[in-house]
């Protein structure tokens, strides 16, 4: 169960958009549609922002979108803002036997 | 509210054993599966394991598997990690979690309780 692979950083200014790509094979990322974003603060819980590759929980703003193509994810960030500054982390499930899920390497996010 | 409330982390011994609960509330626990996941100090995200909502189909990482066991009672709306033979790279705060979708998506987090692998 490698992690998945995610850029260890990425930033922008306020506004722009930025976007986080998780790359995995194709017993995972790409295989399935089980890929789900996470927003972590320092010292704070995750944070739900995508399920299911591109679905938006209730309350999570429509700033945050998610796709896939091929083996690899990616969430984008519109309008960035200052608040957005937070570690991101991709995870998918595994078919494997048992099944299994990963999560990404993390990225963090810099607002400039 | 849905509330996840981890207890049970401390200081525990390297080889030794500690047993984590997560108490929840504000939603039908019985019919969601549950997860644990683990943040080493300064480190991303891992995924520690979960149960389905009978506790009949419970999986592991593969850093886990043989070592830590997870179960729930739905009476007490609560989970449980049961963690043996302890090692440093243990060391995390673990995160109970809700998975809302049946797809491994965890839309509610507990505020995570430290274990701590030391001598």
């Known amino acids: 169960q490698s992690a998945l692979t995610q850029p260890a950083s990425v930033s922008g200014s306020p506004g722009q958009s930025i976007t986080i790509s998780c790359t995995g094979t194709s017993s995972d990322v790409g295989g399935y549609n089980s890929v789900s974003w996470y927003q972590q603060h320092p010292g704070k819980a995750p944070k739900l922002m995508i399920y299911d590759v591109s679905n938006r929980p209730s309350g999570v703003s429509n700033r945050f979108s998610g796709s896939k193509s091929g083996n690899t994810a990616s969430l984008t960030i519109s309008g960035l803002q200052a608040e957005d500054e937070a570690d991101y982390y991709c995870n998918s499930y595994i078919n494997t036997s048992p099944p299994a899920y990963v999560f990404g390497s993390g990225t963090k996010v810099t607002v400039l | ?119």
């Not at chain 2, 683990?38 to 886990?64: F, M, T």
């Not at chain 2, 809302?100 to 998506?105: D, K, R, V, Y």
């Open chain 2, 1 to 119: 509210e849905v509330q996840l409330v981890e207890s049970g982390g401390g200081l525990v011994q390297p080889g030794g054993s500690l047993r984590l609960s997560c108490a929840a509330s504000g939603f039908t626990f019985s019919n969601f599966w549950m997860n644990w996941v683990r943040q080493a100090p300064g480190k991303g995200l891992e995924w520690v394991g979960n149960i389905n909502q009978d506790g009949s189909r419970k999986y592991y990482g593969d850093s886990v598997k043989g070592r830590f066991t997870i179960s729930r009672d739905n009476a007490k709306n609560s989970q449980y990690l049961q963690m043996s033979s302890l090692r440093a790279e243990d060391t995390a705060v673990y995160y109970c979690a809700r998975d809302g979708f049946a797809s491994g998506s965890l839309d509610y987090w507990g505020l995570g309780t430290l274990v701590t692998v030391s001598s």
